[in-house]
């Protein structure tokens, strides 16, 4: 029998092999299923990985020197920067016939902008220069290289040159150079001076700060769900309802009520000036530093942490408590060996949701961190709508993207995923 | 059938929702009491006149970035912009902006003087249609400065004399302009020095005297509240929002004049708008930027036309009947000190000066 069935393979009852209409019907199951949750996909696609992926790759993009300044950029290979001479004709010539399509375009301001990121003074040398440029003709007006130099002598300037010719290329490192802190010269990639590194300590800055707000969130979120899963349902309700609510609440409201609970006129320096605590000229500073943004945001994100360890905790069965107790456990015993580790499912899935939403938060940090207090999202913001300096925005976001990653990796080697519990 | 019922409602419903469009306009400016200022100054008053409607939007702060997105997509869906003369700067480098001719398109002034020369300076840029001017200034809580109440800008740094807190901007402008002027440094050499990076470095360490002491604000709303509630005994905002601390509000506040930094807001028109649309909005603009209509505006908020037909026309508060011409910037009482906000440099080094001040803030 089973000797048969291993050499001749099964048949079906229309003599198909068994095997085959299996993966047969196997694959027209997978192909509805696939088809039922095309639309899902779509969407995530369209929405969601297609927009912030063209996001990303402003990181590395660098077109626009090479498509405003087409022909310099060609001439300039020829030229050696590190000669220290400037370069010839050709280049200057190149320059003037691209410079003028550029002006009629309107494209020049906006390479000076770009340049601008790497050399302050950049911006204004391209506006300056356009007014002047528009007015000549490249193939009669020649040759360029005097005439540019007295436009402006910073064309007089051998950096000017090797600035145009380090960022030439189609794509760039310098943005993520730039993002830690390092900057891409024409002599060869260099750390930004040391009174312009800011952005590795905010890095840093981030994940601690967070770390410490989902550590908080823990061992204040921990009690609080297990009271809610031991309670009988309807006072649990009850107080389910004091969680929800502030969870409800605008983000922004929560947080300036933050700021009138916590300033130095605030109700708590009142309250402990009152009691004599503290003297009325020594007031507590709570406000405006690591401390303002740590307590407003474990506020904010303490529903993120209780939530998921209270549906875990309902599904473990009192009985086993009692069973460990009425085994000898002591009441410390039964709850370490035998609840916590049954619980801790709820409280990885409460951390990674709490550290996650914690190390991109912009707004709690914007309003009561003060300077000590902001995060690395505060400088994203900055550069995506103040300094318009996407490419640096777009690199800083795929480092933090990365860093939450990585440790989301880390979290599935020592923890392991499979261990994390919404419900 | 009755799907195709549905099609045919949906197109129709489109079509007379297009239709209304047509006869709206989107105007994107800062919210609050500046743009009801706009509201009774302009839009009423051409809407009464047009029938146009025209629909507020407040996303001035956003605006530089939501333009650069709206560009990108090729839907621009706002129709004019109302933004600070440096993002105009800006907006106008990225091409997002379209270029005018401010005689050709504006209104001149009552007496035949062209609209280019009668905004004088304070057109920036090719792209910017001036409105306001404002400036940043400094508040103090007048009960706690002490009997001798602030009179010149170091103040600020004077911690012997003003002890207590101080609210200052988050960005380095204003800021580092005042320290250096505050260390000794001549005024017409500010931007000079500050174009180096020891001058950079000087204006940081005069600032670093007086560091523990700052409250960063980062909303100009936030000042006000601060010396309202007595967290600092004074700090820089921009004199329209002490204006209506003091006189709307009556909180016991005073204000300098010394060394304000004069700033200009206006419009922008977006780049990439079908001809239609655009049309309308020029007409707009002919109508709501010429003399009367600026100086109009003055009569809600304290923020100075930006003609200079318009000054002598400038009345009295809407609500509080106070003569407003005292508590403009550019009143000659009030302008014997002043910056005007050098554009040119910031736009070439905010960005260098900002990485440094903020990487000074964060030790």
Redesign the interface.
Known sequence: MTDTSAHQPMIDATGVPLKKSLARSLRREKIRALLLVSPLLLFVLLTFIFPIGSMLFRSVENDIVSNVLPRTVVELQNWDAKSGELPDEAVFAAFVADFVVAVEEKNHTRLGSRLNYESSGMSSLFRKSGRKVAEWNPETDGPFKDKLIAADKNWGNVETWAIIQTHSGKFTNGYFLNAVDMQRTPNGIEMQPENKQILIKLFLRTVKMSLIITGMCILLGYPVAWILANLPNRSANMLMILVLLPFWTSLLVRTSAWKVMLQNQGVINDVLVWLGMVADDARLEIINNQFGTIVAMTHILLPFMILPMYSVMQTIPPSYLRAAKSLGATNWTAFWRVYFPQSVPGIGAGSILVFILAIGYYITPEIVGGTDGVFISNRIAYHISSSLNWGLAAALGAILLAVVLVLYWAYDKIVGIDNVKLG | MKFTKTLLATTALTVAAGAATAQDMTVVSWGGAYSKSQLKAYHEPYSAKTGINIINDDSS??A??KL?AMNEAGNITWDLVDVEAADAI?L????LAIEIDHDAMLAAAPDGTGASADFGSSIVSSCFIPQIVFSTTVGYRTDMVGAEAPTSICALFDLDKYPG?RSLN?RPLANVEWALLCDGVAKEDIYDVLAT?EGQ?RALAKLDTIKDQV??W?AGADTPQLLA???VVMGSTYNGRLFSAIAEQNQPIGMLWDAQMLDFDGWIVPAGLPEDRQKMVMDYLFFATDTQRLADQAAYISYGPARESSAPLVGNHADLGIAMAPHMPTDPANATNVFVTQY?FW??????I???F?????K
Do not use: F, N
């Open positions: 702060a956003e530089v970035a650069r800006r106008c480098d990225e091409g807190k988050k990076p470095d409250v960063w980062t509630d007595g967290e040119e736009a070439d080094y905010r960005d260098d900002d990485a440094k903020q990487a000074w803030l964060a």
